[in-house]
């Protein structure tokens, strides 16, 4: 069973800065690609940055300039920095991976169980 662990939320001010972390654990053998999704109230979830295990990056226009994802390979980890926050990056924010439990099998999303990230004076 794999279980996505995620910190970092929490209130911050206008143009401040956050860090999410998700640590990836359990049976998993390899990713494919990790990310972050968010999901704003009364929206559907959208992608905010993913990565894959090759180092490829990819961001939504919204937050291109301002966010940066990265990982960690040997723990499996991947994070979200988050600079220059506006209100609008209010959201419950997700990681995703993209993974294999083993060799054979096949890639399985797997999410986190999301944490809130409040951008509010």
């Known amino acids: 069973q794999v279980q996505l662990v995620e910190s970092g939320g929490g209130l911050v001010q206008p143009g401040g800065s956050l860090r999410l972390s998700c640590a990836a654990s359990g049976t998993i053998f390899s990713f494919s690609a990790m990310g972050w999704y968010r999901q704003l109230p009364g929206k559907q979830r959208e992608l905010v940055a993913t990565t894959t295990s090759g180092g490829s990056k990819n961001y939504a226009d919204s937050v291109k300039g301002r966010f940066t994802i990265s990982r960690d390979s040997a723990e499996n980890t991947v994070y979200l920095q988050m600079n220059s926050l506006k209100p609008e990056d209010t959201a419950v924010y997700y990681c995703?991976?993209?993974?294999?439990?083993?060799?054979?099998?096949?890639?399985?999303?797997?999410w986190g169980q999301g944490t809130q990230v409040t951008v509010s004076s």
């Open positions: 995703n991976v993209v993974g294999k439990v083993a060799r054979w099998a096949l890639d399985r999303n797997y």
